[in-house]
């Protein structure tokens, strides 16, 4: 039923039969002549996303010293960071490479809700990490009493149920809606208002509820992290030691970095879509992308260099695989001698 009206073939004003079933991708219009130069740092950082975020995942399930509720969180945010990665990169490589646009209205509308489901739900994470943050220095003799590990799985429940529920209704928003003329999508992932300004009819349902969805989102967790950071900053500043300070901050320093990172792509997009209509489309869609795949790549970069029990745990994992491999060449080189 949902797909109902995307599936039938619609006429368009000059009788021209479409296949409504079938969507294409363009990619980044204006600059269809460096797509394949573009590829290469999608390419950079499609790596760096998964050998990143797996490595932290890696360190931390076989590190028992790490398993504390920040580092949990971690591990939650790696696992969204690359579902979303693996939703976007390899059709985004695809439209680089050769021009592999084509995509089904089915596929269209399950990549579209993945994606921003999966980013609520990192948005959701962030928070939860705001309030770690926030219970470890302001009642540190509680911190182990209030984040317990029937805590943190309730947490990763809501933020899996959070993303899924507010992006639920988008795909049947939109298979209500006839698209009875282009069927370009000019982006490089079906971004949902790209897909809405392709249909026929109203689409103030469709628009109204994304800026809601997002508001609820953004807006609501964005509002609580500064509030958390504005008790700890009123914390942080009785302590009448400034080693003390110093120390406390420092331990918030990469969930700083992180936010920042997620954010600040985020609101540009968000705002340069809605209200920079002088915005070149090209802009639109290049902030759009470094939303969805920068900070995946720079997330467990920031984490790996500036938390030292990390840092050294991923030393610690690395050396252990050299002297493994080194001890392996040697029995080998014992027995061949024998």
Not at 4 to 30: A, K, V, W, Y
Not at 81 to 92: Q, R, Y
Not at 131 to 137: E, L, M, Q, S, T
Not at 283 to 297: D, E, G, K, M, S
Request: net charge positive; with cysteine; proline share 5%.
């Amino acid at each position: 039923m949902m797909l109902r009206t995307l599936g039938q073939p619609m006429e368009s004003p000059n009788h021209t039969n479409l296949d409504t079933s079938l969507f294409f991708l363009l990619g980044i219009p204006g600059l269809e002549q460096f797509h394949l130069w573009l590829s290469l740092p999608v390419c950079c950082l499609g790596t760096a996303t998964i050998v990143g975020n797996i490595t932290i995942l890696v360190v931390v399930a076989t590190e028992p010293a790490l398993h504390k509720p920040v580092y949990l969180f971690l591990c939650m945010l790696s696992t969204i960071d690359l579902a979303a990665s693996f939703s976007t990169v390899p059709k985004l490589l695809a439209i680089l490479w050769c021009g592999a646009g084509h995509i089904s209205a089915s596929a269209c509308l399950a990549q579209m809700f993945f994606i921003h489901a999966f980013c609520m739900m990192e948005s959701t994470v962030l928070l939860a990490m705001a309030f770690d943050r926030y219970v470890a220095i302001c009642y540190p003799l509680r911190y182990a009493t209030i984040l317990t590990d029937t805590i943190i799985v309730r947490i990763g429940v809501v933020a899996m149920v959070r993303g899924s529920v507010l992006m639920l209704p988008c795909p049947f928003l939109i298979g209500r809606l006839s698209f009875c003329q282009s069927h370009v999508i000019p982006h490089t992932y079906c971004e949902h208002m790209a897909v809405v300004k392709l249909a026929c009819g109203d689409t103030s349902p469709n628009r109204v509820y994304g800026l809601t969805a997002a508001l609820l989102v953004i807006g609501v967790d964005l509002f609580c992290i500064g509030l958390s950071y504005a008790f700890i900053a009123r914390a942080v500043f009785r302590l009448s030691s400034h080693e003390a300070r110093s120390k406390a901050l420092g331990t918030c320093g990469s969930h700083v970095c992180v936010i920042l990172i997620s954010y600040t792509p985020a609101l540009f997009s968000f705002f340069t879509h809605r209200f920079g209509h002088h915005v070149p489309l090209h802009i639109h869609i290049l902030l759009a992308n470094v939303y969805l795949l920068f900070p995946p790549a720079l997330n467990p970069m920031v984490y790996g260099v500036k938390t030292k029990e990390i840092r050294e745990k991923v030393v610690k994992v690395f050396q252990k695989g050299q002297g493994t491999g080194v001890k392996a060449s040697e029995q080998s080189r014992n027995i061949e001698e024998t």
